[in-house]
């Protein structure tokens, strides 16, 4: 009987020794899985970041009057205009669709330039807001 114990506790630390280095590396693909999961998350925020910047950039080059009261909407392929010889920004790959909503502010000279951007048709990612006023001439200011 002591033969048979001895032989099934060295199967089961050969089935022990066997499985560990499985458990191990099954730990560090998932690891590693997290870690580019979380690095793609990453390159999507920076770039879309990226984008809104450059984005309310163009809708402050055109200024208080260049600027016209709407919504629009922009694809990958399609709704971007030119202020003069500027193209506006491409969306980044990966994104759906961006909304533009400039509005006029009641009671004061200013505007409202509101731009959201789309990761699917109906999911929100991220939006973000710019004030464009009036220029007040030399002299005049505050």
């Known amino acids: 009987m002591s033969r048979e114990r001895a032989r099934g506790s060295t199967n089961l630390g050969a089935i022990t020794f066997a499985a560990l280095p499985g458990i191990i590396a099954l730990t560090v693909l998932a690891a590693l899985l ?31 009057s260049g600027l016209a009261t709407g919504t629009r909407t922009l694809t990958q392929a399609s709704g971007r205009t030119t202020y003069g010889q500027i193209s506006e920004p491409t969306l980044p790959p990966g994104f759906d669709h961006a909304v533009i909503s400039v509005r006029a502010l009641p009671g004061v000279a200013e505007k409202q ?24 001439p030399p002299g005049r200011g505050m």
């Open 34 to 64: 997290f870690g580019l999961t979380q690095a793609r998350g990453g390159q999507d925020r920076a770039g879309a970041a990226a984008w809104a910047q450059a984005e309310l950039d163009y809708l402050h080059a055109q200024g208080y």
């Open 113 to 136: 330039a509101i731009v959201t951007l789309y990761q699917a048709p109906s999911v929100i990612y991220a939006t973000v807001s710019v004030y464009v006023g009036r220029p007040v």
